[in-house]
């Protein structure tokens, strides 16, 4: 009977409109006064986003404006997972925001654990 009725939930985001969201965010940044020769940026891996900023003032400022292009995009923001703020060359600062597709291993067992203990057989 479990086998007529389960299904999977698949937690992904279009990898295009990510792009698309991390260089409208990076044109934005170039262009605005506060953030004019500066040297902040953000760089998309494969994995990840990187931001670099001039202060945490600054780069949070820079977080802001990348979580308003993906919400623009309809990227939910729970894709990223901040990681924390790094001391860089020249007085500045970097942050790596990691990208989660699905959950891991661990989050998935101690849901497990815990759906079992509130309901058992």
Do not use: C, W
């Not at 940026?41 to 820079?62: C, Q, R, V, W, Y």
């Not at 995009?73 to 703020?85: A, E, M």
């Amino acid at each position: 009977m479990a086998q007529d009725y389960s299904f999977d939930v698949v937690s992904q985001f279009d990898r295009q409109e990510l792009v698309n969201a991390v260089n409208q965010a990076q044109r934005e940044i170039v262009t605005r006064y506060d953030f004019k020769d500066t040297g902040a940026s953000i760089d998309l891996g494969e994995n990840d986003i990187t931001l670099h900023g001039p202060s945490d003032f600054k780069l949070k400022a820079m977080i802001d404006v990348l979580q308003g292009k993906l919400v623009k995009r309809q990227l939910s923001l729970k894709i990223l997972k901040p990681g924390p703020i790094e001391p860089a060359a020249k007085g500045t600062v970097r942050q790596t925001l990691e990208l989660q597709q699905g959950i891991d291993d661990e989050l998935a067992r101690s849901l497990v654990k815990q759906i079992k203990l509130v309901s058992p057989k």
